[in-house]
């Protein structure tokens, strides 16, 4: 019942912006927390930015003062608005949302989006 939409992945090169949008119900938006993730093929996936309990931003060290995660609380869609990127930025994005905040990470109770590709070129 909980269905996360992710768009706006593509390919860009390096220094290039993208932003990501996930689309959720109205249901979801209020009831989950809700953040992004990356994997590459081969590595575990990793925890990008995610809306704290308090509200405010949490990033990963990797991605802090370049991506910027923002929610439109009208619309029930969550964004990710990525700038400077970097070829290590390369991996498939999943919108996800969970019970409880995702700031340290993912649950076995995470519910993922399909995932949206994005390629960052040197």
């Known amino acids: 019942q909980v269905q996360l939409v992710e768009s706006g992945g593509g390919s860009v090169e390096t220094g290039g912006s993208l932003t990501l949008s996930c689309a959720t119900s109205?249901?979801?938006?209020?009831?989950?927390?809700l953040g992004w993730f990356r994997q590459v093929p081969g590595k575990e996936r990793e925890k990008v930015a995610a809306?704290?309990?308090?509200?405010?931003?949490d990033y990963a060290n990797s991605v802090e003062g370049r991506f910027s995660i923002s929610q439109d609380n009208e619309r029930n869609i969550l964004y990710l608005q990525m700038n400077s990127l970097k070829p290590e930025d390369t991996a498939m994005y999943y919108c996800?949302?969970?019970?409880?905040?995702?700031?340290?990470?993912?649950?076995?109770?995470?519910?993922w989006g399909q995932g949206t590709q994005v390629t960052v070129s040197s």
């Open positions: 809306i704290d309990s308090d509200g405010s931003p």
């Open positions: 996800a949302a969970d019970r409880r905040s995702l700031r340290y990470g993912d649950s076995p109770a995470t519910i």
């Open positions: 109205r249901e979801t938006f209020s009831r989950y927390w």
